[in-house]
Nanobody, 117 residues
Framework: QVQLVESGGGLVQPGGSLKLSCVAS????????MAWYRQAPGNQRELVAT???????NYADSVKGRFTISRDNTKKTVYLQMNSLEPEDTAVYYC???????????WGQGTQVTVSS
């Protein structure tokens, strides 16, 4: 089994920054793709950022240039650095890990990010 534990959410002002962490543990030996999703009340869950095992990244247009996904292989941790936060970024953020291509996904518990003055 794979367990993902998120941290780093909170309340920040518009224009502020926040860094989310997601630590993977359990029976995991490699990661094909890691990703961050978010979901606000009344909205669909959307894909925010992805990183594949070759280091390639992709971002949603809404966060391009503001968010950065990264990883620390030694710590088995994926990060999401969020800069220039906007009220529209308010959502529950979830990390997602897919160890194998076309294999199952594993989800974190989610962490609340609230951007408000």
């Amino acid at each position: 089994q794979v367990q993902l534990v998120e941290s780093g959410g909170g309340l920040v002002q518009p224009g502020g920054s926040l860094k989310l962490s997601c630590v993977a543990s359990g029976r995991i030996f490699s990661i094909y793709r890691m990703a961050w999703y978010r979901q606000a009340p009344g909205n669909q869950r959307e894909l925010v950022a992805t990183m594949t095992d070759d280091g390639s990244t992709n971002y949603a247009d809404s966060v391009k240039g503001r968010f950065t996904i990264s990883r620390d292989n030694t710590k088995k941790t994926v990060y999401l650095q969020m800069n220039s936060l906007e009220p529209e970024d308010t959502a529950v953020y979830y990390c997602n890990v897919r160890p194998l291509r076309n294999g199952p996904n594993y989800w974190g518990q989610g962490t609340q990010v609230t951007v408000s003055s």
